[in-house]
């Protein structure tokens, strides 16, 4: 199984035909670009039109009931004030941030990444129970990880089984901490991602390095800050950034698990966006609110690209 | 030296062996439900274990149809996006041209964007092009969905084949699309499996797709008919649920068992994805 690093944009292919340049037609570049056409042209239909759609349906007032439904008209950048101006939405972007941060940068990163050490040091037969178990949690389809997971959380549920069991008391973590309980079933499920691109990571560190830098005194926390880390920066960016945007999309889970409430306490961006475009009938809103959510993705993939070309140059 | 390796390695499999423990809990509660007939949300061992419940749900509304649709819905956007991956993989990974950077700087940014977000413009526009409730119109954009993600594994494997190899047919006057077939594509299948799986596996298990883009019951797959155990009367059948929760999971547990004997496992996904 190839694990090629995998090159950026910035890496050249290994390519023995170059073109362009070579004096070439241009007729006969154009012919070899044609198996990209089926590709190009699904994404252009169904992606790029989708988000031209949505640049212009944001500043119309569109709704598929009442006035926005028989005469669509240009609002300008109502939605976007009615948005900031809104209580829900603000609510919405905190919780957002709340759940992102708790569970895809603290939670699946710091797991994902603790894992991948510990099973570099362990047995084999305990690194596959363990890697079979996480993986196995990825791999179930989202609702039916949302049921395990509310199952888990629930007043009779294991959770509180254990709980009771040690002699703390259990509570309703749907009803008292929903943020909280939704960000740790999102670890539960998201976690064999980010063990999955470490371990891949750390498997390419030479071992004479880490030998050397214990040879030399370096104790565990050392080596892993000052010899470890720092070779693996590049996977920690990499991963960081997918994480980040898989979890701002996050839908079917909180959907299936508390429908954003009870209230709105869990009410992420993307509950609330389609709350109100289909709930609601609100279609001009709601991709307003979308287009903030893209911008918010397309920021972070920029930077994203920028780390990843500034790695390359 | 020599005893404290040791006691590291053991605290390694200690923590190890805790945190394992915690992911398999949640699901003990699927397990012991699927097999009590009266069963809640209190994990339980049943003091009758039968297989009521999954007699129960085999048939052809609750299961056999669903399934079938999520197999028709995820199968055919999956080899949909497979077939346009390779495609489009081979003049990027083989000719370098003005092109590239520009187009691969694109797809890499595409996989970053939010497709929650483009659901509401995407029910806008299949409204406009009378695509919505067509299992077509669903596979194509679920195809969509997953290409830029799937162009960028593929590209990745594709340049770890040995170019040379492709260099002496073409001397021998092979076309592109023949070296891709014969020469390229035996020797990436692995690559080919993996992605292939796991573009699979992530539409299994997708649920807002289908369920904005989807309307008739006969058509709805099994990651969103599972909303039906919930109805208008109130209390779900936990056991059936967990029953049903069983056999629409199989499927991807099976393909997954397939890649970790044969491919390597999630592995080599994670060696394809770190960059």
Same mark, same amino acid.
């Given at each position: 199984m190839t694990t090629t690093v995998a090159p950026t944009a910035s890496t050249p292919a290994p390519s023995g035909k170059t073109s362009g340049r070579s004096g070439k037609p241009r007729a006969a570049n154009l012919?070899? %670009?044609?198996?990209?056409?089926p $590709?190009?042209?699904? %994404?252009? /239909? @169904?992606? $790029?039109?989708?988000?031209? *759609?949505?640049? *212009?349906?944001? @500043?119309?007032? %569109? $709704?598929?009931?009442?006035?926005?439904?028989?005469? /669509?008209k240009f609002v300008g950048v109502d939605n976007f004030r009615k948005a900031f101006g809104s209580g829900a939405f603000?609510?919405?972007?905190?919780?957002?941030? /709340? @759940?992102?941060?708790?569970?895809a940068i603290i939670g699946q990163n710091t797991l994902g990444l603790g894992l991948a050490l510990l099973m570099r040091k362990s047995t084999k037969l305990v690194r596959n129970f363990v890697g079979t178990a996480v993986i196995g949690a990825w791999v179930l389809p989202e609702v039916v990880a949302a049921y395990l997971l509310s199952a888990f959380f629930n007043d009779d549920g294991t959770l509180n089984v254990m709980l009771h069991a040690v002699g703390l008391p259990g509570q309703d973590w749907l009803y008292a901490a929903p943020i909280i309980a939704v960000s740790l079933a999102n670890i539960w499920r998201g976690t064999a991602f980010s063990m999955l691109v470490y371990s891949a990571a750390l498997s390419e560190i030479p071992k004479e390095?880490?030998?050397?830098?214990? %040879?030399d005194g370096a104790g565990g926390w050392r080596r892993l800050a000052f010899v470890t880390l720092p070779m693996i920066t590049r996977a920690i960016m990499t991963n960081l950034m997918l994480i980040t945007l898989q979890t701002l999309s996050v839908f079917g889970l909180i959907f299936a698990m508390t429908r954003g409430g009870p209230g709105t306490k869990s009410q992420t961006l993307p509950l609330y966006m389609y709350e109100q475009a289909f709930s609601f009938s609100q279609i001009g809103y709601g991709t307003a609110i979308a287009l903030v959510m893209l911008a918010i993705g397309a920021v972070f993939s920029l930077i994203y690209l920028r780390g990843l070309n500034s790695e390359a140059a | 030296m020599i005893a404290r390796d040791r006691m590291s390695k053991l605290a390694s499999n200690l923590i190890l062996l805790a945190i394992g423990v915690l992911f398999v809990l949640p699901l003990l509660w699927v397990l012991f439900a699927s097999?009590?007939? =009266?069963? #809640?949300?209190r994990v339980e061992f049943p003091t009758h274990p039968t297989l009521g419940n999954f007699k129960a749900v085999l048939n052809t509304d609750t299961t056999y149809r669903p399934v079938l649709n999520g197999i028709i819905l995820c199968g055919g956007a999956a080899l949909l996006t497979m077939v346009c991956a390779v495609l489009a993989a081979y003049p990027l990974s083989r000719f370098r041209t003005r092109f590239n950077r520009p187009f691969l700087l694109t797809v890499l940014f595409c996989t970053g964007l939010p497709i929650t977000a483009v659901m509401v413009p995407v029910y806008g526009l299949f409204v406009q092009l009378n695509l919505v409730d067509t299992l077509g119109g669903t596979i194509m954009f679920m195809a969509t969905s997953a290409l830029p993600f799937a162009i960028w594994? =593929?590209? =990745?494997?594709?340049? &770890?084949?040995?170019?040379?190899?492709?260099?002496?047919?073409?001397?021998? #006057?092979? &076309?592109?699309?023949?070296?891709?077939?014969?020469i390229v594509l035996p020797l990436m299948w692995p690559g080919i499996a993996v992605v292939l799986i796991f573009t699979f596996i992530g539409m299994w298990g997708n649920f807002f797709v289908p369920f904005m883009l989807l309307l008739s019951p006969e058509r709805l797959p099994a990651s969103v008919s599972i909303f039906t155990f919930f109805g208008q009367y109130g209390e779900p059948n936990y056991g059936q649920l967990a029953a049903y929760s069983l056999i629409y999971t199989m499927p991807v547990l099976l393909l997954y068992l397939l890649l970790s004997r044969k491919l390597g496992g999630a592995f080599a996904l994670g060696g394809a994805i770190k960059g």
């Open positions: 012919i070899r %670009m044609l198996p990209l056409s $590709a190009i042209g699904l %994404m252009l /239909v @169904f992606l $790029a039109g989708p988000i031209l *759609y949505c640049v *212009y349906a944001a @500043f119309t007032n %569109m $709704a598929l009931t009442g006035t926005g439904a028989a005469n /669509v603000t609510n919405a972007i905190w919780l957002t941030l /709340v @759940f992102t941060l708790i569970s390095i880490e030998e050397s830098a214990e %040879m | 097999i009590n007939r =009266t069963a #809640g949300l594994l =593929t590209k =990745t494997f594709m340049d &770890g084949v040995p170019i040379s190899l492709e260099e002496a047919a073409w001397v021998d #006057g092979a &076309g592109n699309m023949r070296a891709l077939r014969a």
